[in-house]
C-alpha cells in the first residue's frame, strides 16, 4: 500500500476533489493543525511553463488578501518537487458542498426568488474584491461554492484559466480572461476589464440560475463570443413566464452591452435585488419603463365616455350606446395604429446606425489561433486585405497570434488592411537587480520579471548579510531569454577557513601558510632556549580552528637567550703596591702517579 503523498512536510493529500484546466484540487489533512484543508495544484504538465506558474503565483497573491466569509480562504501556499519540477500549491479552506455547476447539471430548478438570494451571496463577495483592487475575471457557475448551510463561498479570485470544466475560454494577447459563456463585450472585445465586467458575468450567472441556460450558447467560443458582443439575449420570461419582471429587469441590465448603462458597481446591483426581494420598484425597472416610453394614456377599461349632457353612463339610449362602440373602435385603431407608428419610429433610430454602416464588417477575436485559422476566419468573413507580422512575446506560444490591429471587434471596412501581430516566442528580458533582498523576495522579483527558471547558490561574503542575495548570474541589467536558467547567489556569510597548524614552521614558511589560507600574520619574537631559533613554538587562534577569512592570527617566534653576564674584575689600588713575582721561584712539580705532589725545600 503506497503512502499518501505528503506536501511541506504537513499536508497530507487524500482525494482529487476538482480538476480544471490549469489545476487539480485535493481534499488533505493538515497534520499540524489536525484539519481538512483543500490544496490547489498546478498540473504537472504545466508547471514547466512559467506563463502558468506566474499565472498560479499571482492567483495565490491575489486571493491570500482577501479576507470575508463569501470568499474562500487562503492559509497557506508552497511549492513541491515532483521529478526535478517544481509545483507550487495553495493551501485552501475546505467547503463541504457543491458548485452552482453541479447544481445546475442536476437540473436542479430553484425558485426565482432563491437565485436572486444566491448572487446576492456573489455579490457580497465582489464587492469586498473590488474595493480592494481585484477583478475576479471568470465569475462563472463553477467558481461558486454552496455550502450544505446554503451559503455563497466564490473561489478563484485573481487568476484566468485557458479551459475549465471543458469550457472554452477566449484571449486577449494569450491571456485568458474568462469563460466564453459568461463573457463581458469588453472581455470578448479583448478591451481593459473593470469591476462592471464581474457584473456582466453575474447576470449571466442569474439568467442561468433563472431559465437553467446560459444567455448565449454557440458551436465554438469564437462565435458565443460575438454574441455576447452584438445580440440580445432572449428575455428571461419568455423561457419561464414564472419569472418576476423586476428579475428580469435586473438581469438585463446587468447584461447590458454598453458598461456605462450596466449597474456601476457589485452594492448598487445588490441593493436593487434587495428592493426587488421586499416588493419595492427596483431602479432597473424604472429604466426599463423609461426606455419602453410607458407613458400612453389609456380610455376606460368599459369603453365608456362621460358627457356633460348626462348624468352617468347608464343614460345612453341605444343610438348613442351604437355611437359610442363605433367611437371605441376608432380609438382603438388609432391607438394601435400610434403604437405601431412609434415602433417603426423607436426601430429606425435604433437600426439608424447599422443602415449608415452596413459596409463595415467587425474585426474578429483572432487572439490564441494559428495564423492558417487566422487568415482563413478573416476570408470567411469577408476581410480582403490582411497581413502577418512578428512579435516577440513573453507570454504567447511562439506562431499563435497575439493580437489584430485594428483589435478585436473594430467595426471596419472590407477594404481596410488588418495586421496580424504572431508571436516569435519569448524576447530578450532584462535581469533585475536583486542584491541585499530576502531569498523569497529576490525570487519573487525575477519570478515578476519573467524567468521561471531560477536556481539558487550558496556564496559567502563579508558584506552582505546571511541569507539575503548577493546578486546573479546572469549579473543585473543584462539582458536574458526567459527560459535561460538565473542563478541566484545567496549569502551565507562571512567565509570561515581553518586556522593551519604552524608549530615548527620557520617565519617565512608560517607567513606562507597563512596567507594560503586567507589569513593574515603577526610576528612577535620570545627568548627560548628549549626551541630552535627562527621558529613557531606557540599561535593564536589556535590550529584548526575556524574563523572569518581575512583574521590576524599573532604567531610567536623562538629566539637565543642572551650570554650570561661576567663580573667585572676590581680594579687595583695604584697606592698600594704589588708584590713581584720572585724571580727564579721554580714551577710546581707535576703530581705522582698516586695523585700526591711533591715539593722541594
Known sequence: MSQPRLLGGRYELDTVVGRGGMAEVYRARDLRLDRLVAIKTLRHDMARDHVFQARFRREA???????????????????????????????????????????????????????????????????YSHDNGIVHRDIKPANVMLTKAADVKVMDFGI???????????????QVIGTAQYLSPE???????????????????LYELLTSRPPFTGDSPVSIAYQHVREEPVPPTEVDQRIPDWLEDVTLRAMTKDREERYQNAAEMRADIQRGLAG?????????????????????????????????????????????????????????????????????????????????????DLAGSTLEAAESQLTEDGFENYRSEERADDE???????????????????????????????????VPNVENQAESDARNT????????????????????????????????????????????????????????????????????????????????????????????????????????????????????????TEPEEPTDPEEPTDPEEPGDPEEPPPGEDGFVFRRD
Open 61 to 127: 497573491q491575489s486571493a491570500a488578501s482577501l479576507n470575508h466569509p463569501a470568499i474562500i480562504a487562503v492559509y497557506d501556499t508552497g511549492e513541491d518537487m515532483v521529478d526535478g519540477v517544481s509545483i507550487p500549491y495553495i493551501v485552501m479552506e475546505y467547503v463541504d458542498g457543491r458548485t452552482l455547476k453541479e447544481l445546475l447539471d442536476d437540473d436542479r430548478k430553484l425558485l426565482p426568488e432563491r437565485s436572486a438570494e444566491l448572487v446576492d451571496g456573489i455579490l457580497k463577495a465582489l464587492e
Open 187 to 205: 472581455q470578448a472585445r479583448g478591451e481593459r476589464v473593470d469591476p462592471r465586467s464581474d457584473i456582466y458575468s453575474t447576470g449571466c450567472v
Open 280 to 364: 419595492m420598484p427596483t431602479q432597473a425597472g424604472t429604466m426599463a419603463m423609461a426606455a419602453a416610453g410607458a407613458t400612453t394614456a389609456l380610455p376606460p377599461a368599459d369603453g365608456g365616455r362621460y358627457d356633460d349632457d348626462y348624468d352617468d353612463y347608464d343614460d345612453y339610449d341605444d343610438r348613442d350606446q351604437k355611437k359610442g362602440g363605433g367611437g371605441k373602435a376608432a380609438l382603438w385603431a388609432l391607438l394601435a395604429l400610434g403604437v405601431i407608428g412609434s415602433l417603426v419610429l423607436v426601430f429606425f433610430l435604433l437600426n439608424r446606425s447599422t443602415v449608415t454602416e452596413a459596409e463595415t464588417i467587425a474585426v474578429p
Open 396 to 430: 504567447v506560444e511562439e506562431g499563435t497570434v497575439i493580437e489584430t490591429d485594428p483589435e478585436a471587434g473594430a467595426e471596419i471596412e472590407a477594404t481596410d488592411t488588418i495586421v496580424i501581430y504572431v508571436s516569435s516566442g519569448p524576447g530578450s528580458l532584462e
Open 446 to 565: 525575477l519570478t515578476e520579471a519573467g524567468f521561471e527558471n531560477v536556481t539558487t547558490e550558496r556564496r559567502a561574503s563579508d558584506t552582505v548579510t546571511e541569507g539575503n542575495a548577493i546578486g546573479t548570474e546572469p549579473s543585473a541589467g543584462t539582458d536574458a531569454d526567459p527560459s535561460d536558467e538565473i542563478t541566484l547567489l545567496i549569502s551565507s556569510g562571512p567565509e570561515q577557513v581553518a586556522v593551519p597548524d604552524l608549530q615548527g614552521m620557520t617565519r617565512e614558511q608560517a607567513q606562507n601558510a597563512l596567507s594560503q589560507a586567507g589569513l593574515n600574520a603577526e610576528f612577535q619574537e620570545q627568548q627560548n632556549g628549549g626551541a630552535p631559533e627562527n621558529t613557531v613554538v606557540s599561535q593564536s587562534p589556535g590550529a584548526q580552528q575556524n574563523v572569518n577569512a581575512g583574521t590576524t592570527v599573532t604567531v610567536t617566534i623562538a629566539v637565543a637567550p642572551d650570554d650570561e653576564p
Open 160 to 174: 484566468a484559466r485557458s479551459m475549465d470544466d471543458n469550457q472554452a475560454t477566449m484571449t486577449q494577447a494569450s
